[in-house]
């Protein structure tokens, strides 16, 4: 299946919900990458069979690749939230609060 633009992201934005929802159950978090791997292979294959035009290998690699994207992509929305807020906080680095040396 020769995926477009569009289902690359639906692909991605699925496996992004489905991760989202499996965080707060007992499964452990350090597991959640490798589920959301095969997730997206799953729903990439499943996907092509839907459309009825399936080429495996290429799917399952764009699903893997949904996998990791989606993982990287809570990973680094977490962590500049996160950055922008102690930013905020802290008052973005104070010019009274460099060190000298």
Same mark, same amino acid.
């Given at each position: 299946?020769?995926? *477009?633009? +569009?289902? *690359?992201?639906?692909? &991605?934005?699925?496996?992004? &919900?489905?991760?989202?929802?499996? @965080?707060?159950?007992? #499964? *452990? *978090?350090?597991?959640?990458?490798?589920? /959301?791997? #095969?997730?997206?292979? &799953?729903?990439?294959?499943?996907? $092509?069979?839907?459309?009825?035009?399936?080429?495996?290998?290429? +799917?399952?690699?764009?699903?893997?690749?949904?996998?990791? /994207? $989606?993982?990287? &992509?809570? %990973?680094?929305?977490? @962590? $500049?939230?996160?950055? #922008? #807020? +102690?930013?905020?906080?802290?008052?973005?680095? @104070?010019?009274? +609060?460099?060190?000298? %040396?």
């Amino acid at each position: 299946m020769t995926f *477009n633009v +569009d289902s *690359n992201i639906a692909i &991605l934005v699925i496996v992004w &919900l489905i991760v989202q929802v499996l @965080k707060p159950t007992k #499964i *452990n *978090n350090h597991l959640l990458p490798l589920i /959301a791997v #095969i997730v997206g292979a &799953l729903v990439a294959v499943g996907l $092509s069979f839907y459309t009825k035009d399936t080429k495996l290998v290429q +799917d399952i690699v764009l699903g893997v690749w949904a996998g990791f /994207a $989606s993982t990287g &992509l809570n %990973e680094t929305a977490t @962590k $500049s939230i996160t950055s #922008i #807020i +102690d930013g905020f906080a802290n008052g973005f680095g @104070k010019v009274g +609060d460099k060190k000298t %040396e």
